[in-house]
């Protein structure tokens, strides 16, 4: 049954995808595939017209179709992947998706040549077609970002095909390896055999004995591999090396990765930075909490220790209200467009069995409203995921005048509304709550902050650090003792970390998949921490910014769209107002305590 708005209840159910699809087999779904085909075929049909002196008029009738494949593939494949979450045994789901999946990779495959042509294509007529693209300019410009960094045809041929079982090969039997790592773990007299996950748990149990256990358990393990997991991550960061810095020219290991997020470099550094200075208030939060844990000293075993969760159930109507009441207080516009989210029935928001646990939002389509799933429990966590996919939402809804190529925003801006969404609902919720409540929604806030900023931007930092060491031959007992030294540093004395936990970095599976990856999270929350201070500052007049910021959606590189709106993320000051914001959290805490 789709959600009803009876009068202003809301009421829990599942999503209506008919606004995709009205069945997952049928006339409607044939005529999607035979637009796609069409598309792939009128592309390939002006191929020959791919040639450095095309005249505008051709460049942007091949770049509209290939909006439209991209626009049908992405309806199908959103269809079939919605209908496949809301209830994952649905076996005309899955053969569905298996159909768009092939359907994809072929559309992609002739759409190649595009590609391939226009990233190749000479600077001049670039910069002249790229005047004719309008809105696509962007999605034109990403493509050529790497050129200056791309090699001859034959030189990028060997590298791809060395590299399917060269490093990429190696990363994969790293996953391999990791993930079927079993862990021996004591309880209650009884020796049990664990995955990491189950494992994981204990390290968040009440009592600090077991949560010891569980990480000298991993870490055992972690131990007794790490001759094989080092030796490969020493072959992945060399080869890292050999062909991005050596063959390709970067400046350095982590500029392909700014490059990649399309953040300058010089940012990226400012960030890392700020991050490096603002230790202090993080530890500041762990003396309190080891009070509060009845503790003399916080020990890197109790850093994911339960805090007590005093917070009664809050029904589905009353969240939703909540979250609505809230968007309006910032932003009559974007509460509008949540409740149209909802109004059109595109939220799943019961729990049932066989559907996808989590949340999410797909808004992979302009012009449509967006879907989102949650598994809605009524704890405060259930709140914060609406509010925080409803805010995926409200952005794609924004940046609804782009085109399928442009309106998703790029990486580092992808959670800023989302994110957004989330400390408005803390302050909202922070308001006439009792000191308790308080206690707990102020520390929860503080240690995802913790987690996704400061632990994610020295794992950057470990990284940088491993890989000049391993260019210049190090030993894996120095890559341990690095690591030991970078997880100690943001802590100072207001953490104590066993040295069993040296061996913890051949666990953390970005630096083997995604290298530099990690400070992507760091980017988006501190960005939005630094936004929402600026909010508190001006008031109503930061909304039009902010909703400029919104409506850009993948349009532009993310500096331009935060230079447009009036923010410099050059400056250390920006970066410094998102620590601020945190700092008097931890400020409300010990008030709390005290
Ligand atoms: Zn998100």
Known sequence: MPQHMQGSAYEEGRWSLDDLFPATSGPEIEQAFADVQAAADAIEARQSALVPEIEETAFVEILEWIVKLTYVTDKLDGFAVLSFFADTEDQEALALRGRVDTLQADARNRALRFELWWKALDEENARRLLKAAGDNAYY?????????????????????VKNVNGAAGLAKLYTMITSNLTFDFESDGESIELTRSELMDYARDESPERREAAFRALLAVYETRSAELSQIYKCIVNDWHAEKVALRGFSSPIAFRDLDNDIPEVVVETLLETCRDNTALYQRYFRLKARWLGLPKLRQFDLLAPLEDTVTEIPFSDGVRLVLDTFRAFSPKLAA??????????????????????????????????????????????????????????????????????????????????????????????????????????????????????????????????????????????????????????????????????????????????????????????????????????????????????????????????????????????????????????????????
């Open 140 to 160: 034109l410009r990403t493509l050529r970002r790497f050129a200056p960094y791309t090699l001859s045809e034959v030189e990028e041929r060997i590298v791809n």
């Open 337 to 594: 467009l949540a409740e149209r989210v909802l109004a059109d029935g595109h939220v799943d928001s019961e729990i049932r069995p066989g559907k996808r646990g989590g949340g999410l939002s797909w808004d992979a389509l302009p012009g449509l409203t967006p879907w989102i799933l949650i598994n809605y429990g009524g704890r405060v966590h259930d709140v914060t995921t609406l509010a925080h996919e409803l805010g995926h939402a409200v952005h794609a809804m924004m940046a609804a005048e782009h085109s399928a190529l442009t309106f998703s925003p790029p990486l580092p801006l992808a959670e800023t509304a989302s994110s957004f969404a989330q400390i408005l609902l803390l302050e909202a919720m922070l308001e006439g709550a009792d000191s308790e409540l308080r206690r707990t929604l102020l520390a929860k806030y503080i240690e995802d902050s913790y987690a996704q900023i400061l632990r994610q931007a020295f794992r950057v930092l470990f990284e940088q650090r491993a890989h000049r060491m391993i260019v210049d031959g190090a030993t894996s007992d120095e890559i341990c003792a690095a690591y030991l030294e970078t997880l100690r540093e943001p802590f100072g004395d207001s953490v104590e970390v066993d040295e069993i936990f040296r061996h913890g970095w051949v666990g953390i599976s970005h630096f083997y998949t995604q290298p530099f990856y990690d400070y992507a999270y760091a980017f988006g929350l501190l960005l939005v921490l630094a936004l929402y201070r600026r909010y508190r500052a001006e008031g109503d007049a930061f909304v039009p910014s902010y909703l400029e910021i919104l409506s850009y959606g993948g349009s532009k590189a993310p500096l331009e769209i935060l230079d447009q709106a009036g923010f410099d993320i050059r400056q250390r000051a920006f970066w410094q107002g998102g620590f601020d914001v945190l700092s008097g959290m931890v400020g409300k805490l010990e008030g709390l305590v005290e």
